[in-house]
Nanobody
Framework: QVQLVESGGGLVQPGGSLRLSCAAS????????MAWYRQAPGEQRELVAR???????YYSDSVKGRFTISRDNAKNTVDLQMNSVKPEDTGVYYC??????????WGQGTLVTVSS
């Protein structure tokens, strides 16, 4: 059983920065990719950023140029650096991982609120 534990959510003012972290209970090399999703109130969950073992990271158009996803294979973590945040970035952020067998795993989510 894989556990993903997010941390780092909270209240941040528009234009500010926040860093989310996701710790995996399994070696990162067992995952084809790790990703961050978010779900705003009343909305569907959407992909924000994804980092595969090889290749360039993927970002949704809404966060491109502002958010950065990074993996630390030694620490088994994947972080999401959020800069220049906007009120529309508000939501519950979920860590996601897909292993080499094709199984998906999710964290419990961490709430990010962007408000003045």
């Amino acid at each position: 059983q894989v556990q993903l534990v997010e941390s780092g959510g909270g209240l941040v003012q528009p234009g500010g920065s926040l860093r989310l972290s996701c710790a995996a209970s399994r070696n990162m090399f067992s995952f084809n990719y790790m990703a961050w999703y978010r779900q705003a109130p009343g909305e569907q969950r959407e992909l924000v950023a994804r980092r595969e073992r090889f290749g360039s990271p993927y970002y949704s158009d809404s966060v491109k140029g502002r958010f950065t996803i990074s993996r630390d294979n030694a620490k088994n973590t994947v972080d999401l650096q959020m800069n220049s945040v906007k009120p529309e970035d508000t939501g519950v952020y979920y860590c996601n991982a897909r292993d080499t067998s094709g199984d998906d795993y999710w964290g419990q989510g961490t709430l990010v609120t962007v408000s003045s």
